[in-house]
């Protein structure tokens, strides 16, 4: 193995170390089978066995209540863009979409693809960082109300759940599903792409009310029907059997760790590390407002902006990798996910102090 | 590792010993980046790099023509039934699908609910193994043709390509691809899900001609719209990266070990040594019509059909591994893609042939 480094990339993220060891030790034998669990036939006694391991713990890290179905599916955050509309506007095809940023801003050219869209700004009115918005003129006879939980590319997230009534809400949980406790029973559809918190990239989880799965499109395509999915245990079609493997056993290290009461308190820490140390500094900021900050996604600019690059390749060759923030915002973003240790983010405080002390 | 095992399964399949024990050495230090390939950044330089050189194997193995697309996506087949559909019916909603079994069944369900479909039959009239036909009744003003070189479940495969005139011919070659050459300039549209020839399940290969990349239905979801992809390198939403990764070392293995004429003469031999052996067996038979005999799916029965349960728990103590037929053929079915040595096809017709003789 190579040096000590720290990934900081917003996604595909890094893996918890112990689940990455594992993976690697029965990557070509898994359970004595003399063969690797990504060449098992999905519909084998082995293989199911993973399968429904991983639905297990994850019902049992987020509470998940039993009306609801939990599905393994491909096609990633983008795919559930659309699936989403596909599955909820076939009687109703009209839902509101709060916009907060670069995703779900995204979710709603695909749901326009499906049927009327109302946009509702995400923010308070204002000049400069603006708070979150807790209320909206949201349309009663809506199909659902969509949004998303924390924008991975601008570093912005919710501490509360919206208050929309009798109106399913759905919500993009890419980058913040199982990183702090969450009250399930709060919303008609959370959906997540993997490749942050759960596993790597080319699976997407659906966690889905039951009374939700009578409502699709007529032609919604079979890997996108949830009802099809749900009475297919999500093998409709061969699933993404490797990375479904993994998220299990990002599960399992999940649960080891204390789940996500304690998970939530160490990125808690984690956030606030960096964050205090950048409120700190004259040689760095964050533009978000203080009640908006993400706990996984933490972008932060260099008021010397000249100074970019050197940054970059410094942090790289102090094994400090992926920092270079979204081109939309610019500047440079860490994203501390569950497998980022304290110790990776205590090491970028460390390397920043350093940097603005040999360039202020 | 655990004892030497031969595994049959028809996808997730096998893949080459030398790609596992590769991926598995790298799989914590790629490149002595000291991170796993799926833990890149799909957008950085070094993961770029892995993608860009699949595509170029790909292109070199299979003789691609510049005037080609090469996408790499997610969904499998059954997501690639509903895209091609999407893709191809936006101008001219109504399309011709040859039948030969279960899997271009399967892709006529996904095109009805985009256009008009009409089933044609594949094979010649008559009873029992039946030819395959080689003309039809073809709508000259169809959007495009569509067959299935290949049948996983029938074990039934093409030795030619259909003859469709001016006519688009698109072909789900899931299980045929990359098994021997084929002139990629007769189709329109080659895609194949990549857990039998290619790669791990999750990832779904898409060769498209450029001309038909403007006659897409105008709310195509965005992960299925060939034109967005082909413009974006398959990147418009996080690609599956791993599966890219470990198909692209598949590629590199296939160039080594001689490209398509050379495994495709394997395979040849590979089919050769099994069917010879059922047919001249009075203990087994395969009830494929013998110039429509797969090179990659074999199936074969026990003529006494009582001792299926034994030859397969006999089999699995012998390391021959998912050798069950498909529910809809029964029996056994032994696929045999590139990835299998000819000692495992070998070692299959030893034990068949023991197996008989202390049954009969």
């Known amino acids: 193995m190579g040096k000590m480094v720290y990934n900081f990339s917003a996604g595909p993220a890094m893996l918890p170390v112990e689940v990455m060891q594992r993976a690697q030790a029965e990557f070509r034998d898994f359970n004595g089978l003399s063969v690797s669990v990504m060449e098992l036939s999905h519909r084998g006694a082995d293989y199911m066995a993973v399968a429904a391991q991983a639905e297990r713990d994850l019902r049992?890290?987020?509470?998940?209540?039993?009306?609801?179905?939990?599905?393994?599916?491909?096609?990633?955050?983008?795919?559930?863009?659309?699936?989403?509309?596909?599955?909820?506007?076939?009687?109703?095809?009209?839902?509101?979409?709060?916009?907060?940023g670069q995703w779900s801003r995204s979710a709603v050219a695909e749901a326009e693809k499906v049927g009327t869209v109302r946009v509702l700004d995400g923010f308070e009115?204002?000049?400069?960082?603006?708070?979150?918005?807790?209320?909206?003129?949201?349309?009663?006879?809506?199909?659902?109300?969509?949004?998303?939980?924390?924008?991975?590319v601008e570093g912005i997230e919710y501490d509360?759940?919206?208050?929309?009534?009798?109106?399913?809400?759905?919500?993009?949980?890419?980058?913040?599903?199982?990183?702090?406790?969450?009250?399930?029973?709060?919303?008609?559809?959370?959906?997540?792409?993997?490749?942050?918190?759960?596993?790597?990239?080319?699976?997407?989880?659906?966690?889905?009310?039951?009374?939700?799965l009578d409502q699709a499109c007529p032609n919604v395509p079979a890997i996108m029907d949830y009802a099809a999915m749900a009475k297919a245990d999500s093998m409709l079609n061969t699933p993404p059997t490797y990375a479904w493997y993994l998220a299990g056993l990002v599960f399992q290290w999940l649960k080891e760790k204390g789940g996500v009461e304690a998970i939530g308190k160490q990125n808690q820490a984690k956030a606030e590390l960096l964050y205090s140390y950048v409120d700190t500094s004259d040689f760095y900021e964050n533009r978000v407002h203080s009640s908006a900050r993400s706990w996984m996604n933490i972008p932060f600019q260099l008021k010397d902006e000249s100074l970019n690059e050197v940054f970059l390749k410094e942090a790289k060759a102090a094994g400090l990798l992926a920092l270079k923030g979204h081109r939309i915002v610019g500047g440079m973003r860490a994203s501390v996910y569950n497998a980022m240790p304290i110790e990776g983010v205590q090491a970028l405080v460390d390397f920043m102090d350093d940097f603005a002390k040999r360039n202020s």
Not at 125 to 143: C, H, N, Y
Request: charged content about 20%; some cysteine; aromatic content about 8%.
């Open 125 to 152: 009115a204002g000049e400069g960082p603006r708070k979150l918005a807790t209320s909206w003129d949201l349309d009663p006879t809506a199909a659902y109300v969509h949004y998303c939980p924390n924008e991975t």
């Open 160 to 212: 509360f759940i919206p208050d929309t009534g009798d109106v399913p809400l759905v919500a993009d949980m890419s980058s913040t599903i199982l990183s702090r406790p969450v009250d399930v029973s709060k919303f008609g559809i959370i959906y997540a792409g993997a490749q942050k918190n759960i596993g790597p990239s080319g699976l997407a989880v659906v966690i889905v009310r039951d009374d939700l």
């Open 60 to 100: 049992e890290l987020m509470q998940i209540p039993d009306n609801y179905k939990v599905l393994f599916l491909q096609g990633g955050g983008r795919g559930q863009f659309a699936a989403v509309a596909l599955n909820l506007m076939g009687k109703n095809a009209k839902a509101d979409y709060i916009v907060t």
